[in-house]
């Protein structure tokens, strides 16, 4: 059955040979590996992709292939999984929504301790276990302003914990860009500067200076001219943002064609005390915060790029990440970098419109000073200026 995988593989585009491929077989044959789901996956990767550039394909093309298939292997947790199993949604009016209880950051956490050494069963429809498709603040799958969500997709992205462990990828800086617009517009913030060792020909200042010198050839050099505008990328990944990562990748690749002093780095949700460069190794190579502040000039332009789209006790609660304890809140951090940097703008996928309706967009544009854009062409454009300025 592998062949088929072979040249999905191949369809992908991935540069898999032959012996890779009679590797993989020769390992499986010597039972190199438990009949673990995750074992195979991570040995098909080691022994048919050599380059980690690829690695990404590889995920996509091994997910269609085998799709479905990892419901056949028994998962274990903490949690069975048998009791988030999903069998209704209910649909709640605005007025309901509003009646549903708010724990409050430190009472839902002691809540949620409480009834893993209680619950014994799934639950589901109900308000108060850890189930689906309720009210209850625990689960995945119903509705509560404030909850932690364990298990399936989320959907009304208001979740002040997640329960799972996520594996972003890195946004593709050689995405081929449909259209220049993005390229015309960052273009607005460049700078050049004549830098470094005279090695080019100074047309006009040689014309001058011979003339000056009764026509006897008198040659001038300057030097390169270069844009001089240092830019620093903070991206938003993972979760929410899955669903603007076409657009995203367009803007990563056009900065990254346009700005040659330009540094990025990854944050999910908002910036805390550290963030990284490669999402795959997101846990090893952490960069501290405060080296990114000491390391940059002041007058680096920052961008951050993001949703804004999450549980407002990620911003101002110490504690409130949804992956981990952070010692001080995200506003915390967003306004020491806003004040190291003092040209920064912040631009948002999502649109517009819908920005009056979720809490910690407002929030974050507030901490911006207001200084929040849409990515479209019109809000590139507005952003530059006032980088520019």
């Known amino acids: 059955m592998l062949i088929d995988f072979f040249y999905t593989l191949r369809d992908a585009k991935i540069p898999v040979t032959i012996k890779e491929f009679l590797t993989l077989l020769e390992a499986l ?6 009949t673990s789901f995750d074992d195979f996956y991570y040995l098909a990767r080691i022994t048919l992709v050599k380059d980690e550039a690829h690695f990404d394909k590889f995920d996509r093309a ?10 056949a292997f028994e998962q274990n947790g903490t949690i069975p999984l048998d009791w988030l199993v999903q069998r209704m949604k209910r649909e709640l009016s605005e007025e309901q929504r509003a009646a549903l209880e708010k724990y409050g950051y430190d009472k839902l956490m002691d809540r949620l301790q409480e ?15 850890i189930g689906t498709g309720g009210t209850s603040p625990f689960g995945h799958g119903g509705t ?3 909850g932690i969500r364990i298990g399936g ?7 002040v ?3 799972e462990a996520r594996n972003y990828k890195d946004y593709d800086g050689e995405r081929e860009i449909g259209t220049r617009n993005i390229k015309v517009a ?4 460049r700078k050049f500067a004549r830098l470094g060792a005279a090695e080019e020909l100074a047309l006009d200042a040689t014309i001058r200076a011979t003339a000056s010198n009764a026509g006897y050839l008198d040659i001038k050099m300057q030097p390169e001219r270069k844009n001089n505008i240092k830019v620093l990328m903070l991206f938003d990944v993972g979760g929410t943002m899955d669903d603007h990562i076409e657009r995203t990748e367009e803007l990563f690749s056009a900065a990254r064609s346009e700005f040659k002093n330009m540094e990025f780095f990854y944050f999910h949700n908002c910036v805390y005390d550290y963030l990284w460069k490669n999402n795959r190794r997101r846990h090893a190579e952490r960069f501290p915060a405060w080296d990114i502040l000491r390391k940059y000039p002041p007058d680096t332009k920052l961008i951050f790029v993001g949703d ?7 911003i101002l609660q110490p504690g409130g990440s949804v992956e981990y304890n952070n010692q001080e809140a995200g506003a915390v951090w967003l306004q020491r970098f806003t004040a190291t940097f003092p040209k920064f703008v912040w631009l948002n996928p999502e649109p517009a419109g819908v920005w009056q309706y979720r809490q910690s967009i407002s929030i974050i544009d507030q901490l911006m000073n207001r200084r929040m854009f849409p990515l479209t062409m019109d809000g590139l454009e507005r952003a530059m200026r006032t980088l520019s300025k």
């Open 29 to 34: 044959q010597k039972q190199v590996i438990d």
């Open 144 to 146: 509560n302003p404030e």
């Open 186 to 189: 960052l273009r607005r913030l």
């Open 308 to 314: 804004a789209t999450m549980s407002p006790y990620e």
């Open 115 to 129: 009834l893993l050494k209680e619950q014994k069963e799934r639950h589901e429809g109900g308000s108060k276990w």
């Open 153 to 159: 997709k989320g959907g009304n992205r208001n979740a």
């Open 161 to 163: 914990k997640v329960w």
């Open 62 to 71: 091994f997910s269609l292939y085998f799709k479905g298939i990892q419901a």
